[in-house]
């Protein structure tokens, strides 16, 4: 997008802003794990989750943060993690492909294919296989999660793709979100030597995000979300590319950075130095519930739904071992994390 028309659109944008106002409402979750042949509980402890979803424009917000209405949706992200198993086979028969369709069921693409009502934006963790060719087993979920993106293109769901199809974005109103994958990296950092490196790789995911702010989004000031599987608490992602990011989207007005992986949360960051923190938001497992976010013109709303859980005792449980611990869900949700913050 060139500069002429990088000023028309910041016009159009302040006109309709001032007329209209951003109203901006989604879902976002992550680590849905589908599992086969162990574990399949699991997967309707996620079902269960996505029945809640469609019917979340019958609840408000908590009290603590205005107890406002839901708004319909615009559509639902999942940050990775979306299957367990990225390359398994047994006995010739790929449980790979069999939890990918559990998932595909489930989800859906454009909130009539699938059990959730709304459309679907995902991107692949270090669960979601290597990258398309790297694979063992015969199937690819990358592959797979390629040909969504390509079909989100077609259906203008989308407007930017990566060369990849790996990574992309788009706009609700006038805020722009980006899906940039496992970690907005082009590679996995060298210092890293825990991980693989071909599991972990982010393919470009960085590259992608500077040409997109740029062609996107310019000198506009518009709001910015950012969306990977992991975020600042992951050390597969080096702290030295952590700094490499910040200083990518320090021009622009990044008011969220969503990402699952590692637990449920608020948190903010900089590196050190830096006064100007970005909001972070830690989306945590679908079985266990969503955050509701609400971007206006002038705050951020959001919060956690999730499942009220009975946690019991065993009588093999001490202080320091929880794997023993037996949940038991009550048929009922609460909200957790309530933020509401003034955006620019």
Same mark, same amino acid.
């Not at 162990?38 to 029945?51: C, P, Q, Y």
């Not at 903010?268 to 100007?276: C, K, L, V």
């Given at each position: 997008?060139?500069?002429?028309?990088?000023?028309i659109t910041a016009i159009i944008t302040?006109?309709?802003?001032?007329?209209?106002?951003?109203?901006?409402?989604?879902?976002?979750?992550?680590?849905?794990?589908?599992?086969?042949?162990?574990?399949?509980?699991?997967?309707?402890?996620?079902?269960?989750?996505?029945?809640?979803?469609?019917?979340?424009?019958?609840?408000?917000?908590?009290?603590?943060?205005?107890?406002?209405?839901?708004? *319909?949706?615009?559509?639902?992200?999942?940050?990775?993690?979306?299957?367990?198993?990225?390359?398994?086979?047994?006995?010739?028969?790929?449980?790979?492909?069999?939890?990918?369709?559990?998932?595909? /069921?489930?989800?859906?693409?454009?909130?009539?294919?699938?059990?959730?009502?709304?459309?679907?934006?995902?991107?692949?963790?270090?669960?979601?296989?290597?990258?398309?060719?790297? $694979?063992?087993?015969?199937?690819?979920?990358?592959?797979?999660?390629?040909?969504?993106?390509?079909?989100?293109?077609?259906?203008?769901?989308?407007?930017?793709?990566? *060369?990849?199809?790996?990574?992309?974005?788009?706009?609700?109103?006038?805020?722009?979100?980006?899906?940039?994958?496992?970690?907005? /990296?082009?590679?996995?950092?060298?210092?890293?030597?825990?991980?693989?490196?071909?599991?972990?790789?982010?393919?470009? /995911?960085?590259?992608?995000?500077?040409?997109?702010?740029?062609?996107?989004?310019?000198?506009?000031?518009?709001?910015?979300?950012?969306?990977?599987?992991?975020?600042?608490?992951?050390?597969?992602?080096?702290?030295?590319?952590?700094? $490499?990011?910040?200083?990518?989207?320090?021009?622009?007005?990044?008011?969220?950075?969503?990402?699952?992986?590692?637990?449920?949360?608020?948190? $903010?960051?900089?590196?050190?130095? $830096?006064?100007?923190?970005?909001?972070?938001?830690?989306?945590?497992?679908?079985?266990?519930?969503?955050?509701?976010v609400n971007i206006t013109n002038k705050?951020?709303?959001? /919060?956690?739904?999730?499942?009220?859980?009975?946690?019991?005792?065993?009588?093999?449980?001490?202080? *320091?071992?929880?794997?023993?611990?037996?949940?038991?869900?009550?048929?009922?949700?609460?909200?957790?994390?309530?933020?509401?913050? *003034?955006?620019?």
């Amino acid at each position: 997008m060139n500069k002429t028309a990088l000023l028309i659109t910041a016009i159009i944008t302040v006109i309709f802003g001032n007329c209209f106002g951003r109203d901006v409402t989604f879902i976002a979750t992550s680590d849905c794990h589908y599992d086969y042949p162990e574990n399949e509980d699991r997967n309707e402890r996620t079902r269960k989750t996505l029945r809640h979803i469609n019917e979340i424009t019958n609840i408000n917000f908590p009290k603590t943060i205005g107890g406002e209405k839901i708004d *319909t949706p615009r559509g639902v992200v999942i940050l990775g993690d979306l299957i367990d198993d990225g390359d398994r086979c047994t006995n010739k028969i790929s449980i790979t492909q069999i939890q990918w369709m559990y998932y595909e /069921a489930d989800f859906g693409l454009n909130g009539t294919d699938g059990l959730l009502n709304y459309p679907i934006y995902d991107t692949f963790g270090n669960h979601d296989g290597p990258p398309e060719g790297t $694979e063992k087993c015969g199937f690819s979920v990358q592959s797979k999660l390629k040909q969504r993106n390509i079909l989100r293109l077609e259906k203008k769901m989308i407007s930017n793709l990566s *060369t990849n199809n790996l990574h992309y974005s788009w706009d609700w109103d006038d805020v722009h979100f980006v899906m940039v994958g496992i970690y907005p /990296a082009n590679v996995q950092n060298p210092l890293v030597k825990r991980y693989s490196p071909v599991w972990h790789n982010p393919q470009g /995911a960085l590259d992608f995000l500077k040409y997109d702010l740029e062609q996107k989004v310019g000198t506009s000031k518009r709001p910015v979300v950012i969306m990977s599987h992991c975020g600042f608490d992951t050390d597969w992602w080096h702290t030295n590319d952590w700094r $490499e990011l910040y200083e990518t989207v320090k021009p622009y007005n990044v008011i969220l950075y969503l990402y699952g992986h590692t637990g449920t949360g608020l948190k $903010e960051w900089a590196p050190p130095g $830096e006064s100007t923190k970005i909001q972070c938001i830690n989306t945590g497992q679908t079985e266990n519930g969503f955050f509701v976010v609400n971007i206006t013109n002038k705050k951020i709303t959001a /919060a956690y739904r999730i499942k009220h859980w009975i946690i019991e005792k065993t009588p093999e449980q001490n202080a *320091t071992n929880v794997k023993n611990q037996k949940r038991t869900w009550d048929g009922t949700y609460e909200w957790k994390f309530p933020l509401k913050k *003034t955006i620019k």
